[in-house]
C-alpha cells in the first residue's frame, strides 16, 4: 500500500532508492500512508539538497572527488597542506603558454625576469638555519618542474615522508615562473632547499629565440619552400626535414642548464663531491630511497668500480612504453608530434609492478645504462659530471631532442669509460604523470596513478629497507648500434644555446 503511495508521485528514481529504505522501517509500524507521506516530503527535500551540495563540491574541485579522498586518505594528516588546492586565478595552460603570453597574476614578463634574475643570484638555501649547513658529501636531489604543479605535491608529500631526507639538499629548478609553484616551495619545512630557474624559457622569450620566434620556418614547410621563404633557420631542418619547434627544445636545454648549474655555478656546492640525484615533477619516491640509493653507493664502492650511475626507477617489461626499437621510435615520433597535453600511451603496469618490489626488493642489476631505460631517479657525482661535460660537443649537437637519448649518444660516441649503471630491481622512484586514460582529453594531471602507487607502496612496506643488496651482472651480449637521433635538434641555434650554457663555453 505505501507502495502505492508514493508511486503515485513522479519522483526521481534516484529519491525512489533512497526513500524505499526508509520506507521498508516505516511501513512495519503500519503508519498510515499520509503520514509517510509527510516524512517521504522531508526526505525528499534532504535528499534534494544533499543531491544539491554534492553537485556544487564536485564542481568546485579540479581533482575526481573520489580519487582524491582516497590519495588524501593515505597522507599523513600533517602533510595535507601540501596537497591543498589553492583556486587559480589565471589563464594558464596544461602545455605552459600564458592566456596571452603577458599576464600572470598581474605579473609582466620582465617582471618575471627581475624574479628570475634575482632568485638566481641569491642562491637563498632555506631551512639550513634548521638543519645545518649544506656539507661536501650532502645528497643533492635536483627536480625539474615545467608547470604540472598537481604532480609536484605529490612529490613533495613523497619525499616529506623519506627517511633521512632532512639530510639532503632539495634543488627545484624551474622553466616556468609561477607564484602557486613558489608558494608550495617555499613551504617545504622538512629539508633544505634552493630555488633555481632556467633563464632561456619560452615563458620569457614567448616570441624571440629560444621561444618560437617571428620569422622561424613553419615546421612542416620542405627545404625548398623554406629556401623561397627565407626564414632564419631555412638551413638547418632536422634529420627528418622539420623545422625547429621551440617547445620540443625546452626540456633539453633546461637538463643540460641545471646540471651546469648545480654542478659548477652554484656556491654552495663549490667543494661538493656526494651524488646528486635527479627527478622530475611526475616522480614519486619510496621512503627509503636515500637509504637504497646509500647502500648503492657503497655496494658499488666494494663491488662496482665500473659503476658510475645509480638508478632508483626501472621501467618494468609492461610498463616500459619504450618497447622493442621501432615501437620505440614510432612513440618518440607520435610523443613529439602531438601537443604536449594530448593523452599519450596509457600505463598498464599498476599489477605488474607488485612481485617486481616484492621478490627483487633487495636486488641490483650491473647494466651498461639505457637512457629509454635507466633514466629516472639517476644519481652521479662531480667527477662522472666532468666527464660528461668535457663530451658537451656531442651533447648539444646530437639531433635529438631528448636529454636521455642524447645522453647515451655522449656515452656510446665519446666516454672512455661508458655509462654503467647500478639500477634497483624493485624501483624506488615511480612515474605518476601519466595523462588519465578515462578523464577527459585535457585531463594530464590524473591522480589514478598516484593512488595505484601509494597502495603499491603500503603493500610492499615490510620489503622496503633492505638489510642488504645482492648484485646481478649483466653484461652486453650484442654490440649496440649507433642510433639515428629522434630530431627536433637540427636548428643550428640549439646548438649554439647548449654550448653556450655549458662551463667553460662562454
Ligand atoms: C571510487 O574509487 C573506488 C576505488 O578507487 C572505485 O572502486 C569506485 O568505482 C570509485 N567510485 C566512483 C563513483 O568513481
Ligand atoms: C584575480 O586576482 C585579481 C588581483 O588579485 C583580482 O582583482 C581578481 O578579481 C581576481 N579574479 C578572480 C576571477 O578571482
Ligand atoms: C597551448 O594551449 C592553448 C589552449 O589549449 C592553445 O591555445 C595554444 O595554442 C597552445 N600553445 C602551444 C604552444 O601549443
Ligand atoms: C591579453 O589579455 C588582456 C586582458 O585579459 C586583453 O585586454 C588583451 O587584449 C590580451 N592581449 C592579447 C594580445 O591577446
Ligand atoms: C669533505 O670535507 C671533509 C671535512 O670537511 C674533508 O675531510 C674531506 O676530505 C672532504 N672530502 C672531499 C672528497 O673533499
Ligand atoms: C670550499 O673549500 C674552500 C677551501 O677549503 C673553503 O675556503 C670554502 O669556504 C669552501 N666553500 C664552501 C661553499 O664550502
Ligand atoms: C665518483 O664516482 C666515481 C664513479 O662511480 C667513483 O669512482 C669516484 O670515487 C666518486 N668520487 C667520489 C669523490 O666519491
Ligand atoms: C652564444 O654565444 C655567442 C657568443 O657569446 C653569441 O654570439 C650567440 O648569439 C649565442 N647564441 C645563443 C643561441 O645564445
Same mark, same amino acid.
Given at each position: ?41 522531508? *526526505? ?28 588524501? &586518505? ?29 599576464? *600572470? ?29 649544506? !656539507? ?12 604540472? @604543479? ?18 639532503? *639538499?632539495?634543488?627545484? &629548478? ?83 642548464? %641545471? ?23 611526475? #616522480?614519486? /619516491? ?24 645509480? &638508478? ?15 615501437? %620505440? ?29 616484492? !621478490? #627483487? ?8 645504462? @639505457? ?17 660528461? /661535460? ?38 624506488? /622512484? ?10 577527459? %582529453? ?11 602507487? !601509494? %597502495? ?11 638489510? #642488504? ?22 636548428? /643550428? ?11 667553460? #663555453?662562454?
Amino acid at each position: 500500500m505505501l507502495e502505492i503511495c508514493f508511486r503515485s508521485h513522479l519522483w526521481s528514481v534516484e529519491l525512489m532508492r533512497v526513500v524505499r529504505v526508509r520506507v521498508t522501517v516505516v511501513g512495519r509500524r503500519r503508519f498510515p500512508c499520509l503520514r509517510t507521506l509527510l516524512l517521504l516530503a522531508a *526526505l525528499f527535500f534532504i535528499a534534494l539538497q544533499l543531491h544539491v551540495s554534492n553537485l556544487t563540491s564536485l564542481q568546485s574541485t579540479t581533482e575526481p572527488a573520489n580519487d582524491s579522498a582516497v590519495i588524501l &586518505s593515505m597522507v599523513p594528516q600533517i602533510l595535507h597542506k601540501f596537497l591543498t588546492y589553492k583556486p587559480k586565478n589565471v589563464t594558464k595552460f596544461a602545455n605552459g603558454t600564458l592566456g596571452n603570453n603577458t599576464e *600572470l597574476r598581474g605579473l609582466t614578463i620582465p617582471d618575471i625576469l627581475r624574479s628570475i634574475h634575482r632568485y638566481n643570484s641569491a642562491q637563498a638555501i632555506n631551512n639550513e638555519d634548521i638543519f645545518g649547513p649544506v !656539507q661536501n658529501d650532502t645528497l643533492i636531489i635536483v627536480i625539474q618542474i615545467h608547470t604540472r @604543479i598537481v604532480y609536484l605535491r605529490h612529490l613533495i608529500v613523497s619525499l616529506a615522508q623519506a627517511k633521512d631526507i632532512e639530510t639532503t *639538499l632539495l634543488v627545484f &629548478s624551474h622553466d616556468f615562473y609561477d607564484t602557486e609553484a613558489n608558494d608550495l616551495v617555499q613551504a617545504v619545512d622538512f629539508a633544505r632547499t634552493l630555488q633555481i630557474f632556467y633563464p632561456y624559457s619560452i615563458q620569457t622569450h614567448p616570441d624571440t629565440f629560444p621561444g618560437q620566434a617571428k620569422g622561424d620556418c613553419p615546421r612542416d614547410i620542405n627545404y625548398q619552400q623554406a629556401q623561397i621563404l627565407r626564414c632564419t633557420n631555412a638551413d638547418h631542418p632536422d634529420l627528418y626535414g622539420h623545422y625547429r619547434e621551440a617547445k620540443f627544445t625546452q626540456t633539453k636545454h633546461h637538463w643540460w642548464w %641545471k646540471a651546469n648549474r648545480v654542478f659548477n655555478e652554484l656556491e654552495v656546492t663549490r667543494n661538493h663531491s656526494g651524488l646528486v640525484l635527479f627527478l622530475e615533477e611526475d #616522480h614519486y /619516491v619510496a621512503s627509503d630511497f636515500i637509504y637504497v640509493l646509500r647502500q648503492m653507493q657503497t655496494a658499488c664502492s666494494l663491488a662496482c668500480p665500473q659503476c658510475n650511475i645509480l &638508478s632508483l626507477g626501472t621501467y618494468l617489461k609492461t610498463y616500459n612504453y619504450y618497447g622493442d626499437a621501432k615501437k %620505440k621510435e614510432a612513440l618518440r615520433a607520435l610523443k613529439r608530434h602531438q601537443t604536449l597535453s594530448a593523452a599519450a600511451v596509457p600505463p598498464s603496469w599498476g599489477f605488474h609492478i607488485l612481485p617486481s618490489l616484492y !621478490q #627483487h626488493y633487495h636486488k641490483a642489476e650491473v647494466t651498461p645504462w @639505457i637512457s629509454s631505460k635507466h633514466n629516472m631517479g639517476m644519481a652521479f657525482n662531480r667527477s662522472v659530471w666532468t666527464e660528461m /661535460v668535457s663530451c658537451a660537443r656531442h651533447f648539444c649537437s646530437y639531433d635529438d631532442y631528448n636529454w636521455d637519448w642524447s645522453l647515451q649518444q655522449v656515452s656510446q660516441m665519446c666516454l672512455k669509460v661508458k655509462l654503467t649503471a647500478m639500477v634497483m630491481r624493485g624501483p624506488r /622512484v615511480f612515474h605518476i604523470g601519466e595523462c588519465g586514460v578515462h578523464h577527459k %582529453k585535457a585531463n594530464c594531471e590524473s591522480t589514478a596513478v598516484i593512488s595505484k602507487v !601509494q %597502495k603499491v607502496l603500503a603493500n610492499a612496506a615490510k620489503h622496503l629497507y633492505p638489510s #642488504h643488496l645482492t648484485i646481478t651482472y649483466t653484461t652486453i651480449t650484442k654490440k649496440s648500434k649507433v642510433r639515428k637521433g629522434n630530431g627536433g635538434w637540427g636548428d /643550428v641555434r640549439d646548438h649554439q644555446l647548449c654550448m653556450n650554457m655549458t662551463m667553460g #663555453h662562454r
